[in-house]
């Protein structure tokens, strides 16, 4: 086995999806044994990594320099093609994170991602949505039956049992022909309706003047931003929106 894998058999547990909280010790299963005359150790390696691990900016940048330098080890060693298949989106999820922490190292004062607490701003957000009288379960499932005027396929949107599910049956619908010229008018009309009503309206106002980046790993550098680039659509529509409601 080469030493890359070694280190994915370790570390190969999921990486944090929302915001990076202070790593808690306490929070990684005793997995030392009870034995009292045995003295304990963090991280009992031969029952396997703890589902929690310090991913901190400093961790994470400290991964990246030991794989590149066991890639390169593997490499002298004759041991090159010995690849474990997720080897590749293991390595491309720890760059996401890294991405993700350069941004925010980059806006200390900003909101980066819309995920944990701030999980209301996203359009994946579980929130009632009315577009051309029909109410859709979330703002993402009426931005994407907005895209066709076929009634049919946006009934099967609305039908959507989940956000990402809508999100991809909306890339397969009849596209409107004017789309391209009215697609920021229409998700700052969803927006504006989303966060016209209690809680979500006093929770936009409660972020202040904090600027809003919707820091992503899923390549949307339009709406958002991914690996340091993009317009940020969503959070420019959203900081405006606040604006608005704190003018009234």
Not at 41 to 56: F, V
Not at 100 to 115: G, S
Request: hydrophobic share 30%.
């Amino acid at each position: 086995m080469c030493m890359i894998s070694m280190i994915y058999d370790h570390y190969r547990d999921p990486f944090p999806t929302g915001p990076f909280q202070p790593w808690n010790p306490e929070t990684v299963p005793n997995t030392t044994p009870t034995n009292p005359n045995v003295t304990p150790n963090p991280i009992d390696w031969q029952q396997g990594a703890p589902p929690t691990l310090p991913w901190t900016p400093e961790t994470f940048a400290e991964l990246k320099e030991i794989i590149k330098r066991l890639d390169e080890l593997d490499k002298k060693l004759g041991l090159a093609n010995c690849e474990d298949p997720k080897k590749a989106e293991w390595m491309k999820k720890v760059e996401e994170r890294l991405a993700l922490l350069e941004l925010k190292n980059q806006h200390p004062d900003a909101i980066t991602e819309f995920t944990g607490e701030y999980r209301f701003l996203s359009n994946f957000y579980e929130s009632c949505v009315t577009y051309d009288f029909v109410i859709y379960p979330t703002l993402e499932h009426a931005y994407q039956a907005a895209k066709t005027l076929n009634l049919e396929e946006r009934q099967k949107i609305k039908e959507c049992k989940t956000p990402g599910q809508a999100k991809r049956m909306g890339r397969t619908v009849t596209l409107r022909p004017d789309w391209e010229q009215i697609k920021v008018h229409v998700m700052d009309n969803l927006l504006t309706k989303k966060f016209s009503l209690y809680p979500l309206k006093e929770q936009l106002l409660a972020t202040k003047d904090k600027e809003l980046i919707e820091g992503n790993t899923w390549g949307d550098t339009y709406w958002g931003v991914c690996n340091g680039q993009g317009e940020n659509k969503l959070g420019q529509l959203l900081m405006n929106l606040r604006n608005q409601l704190q003018a009234e």
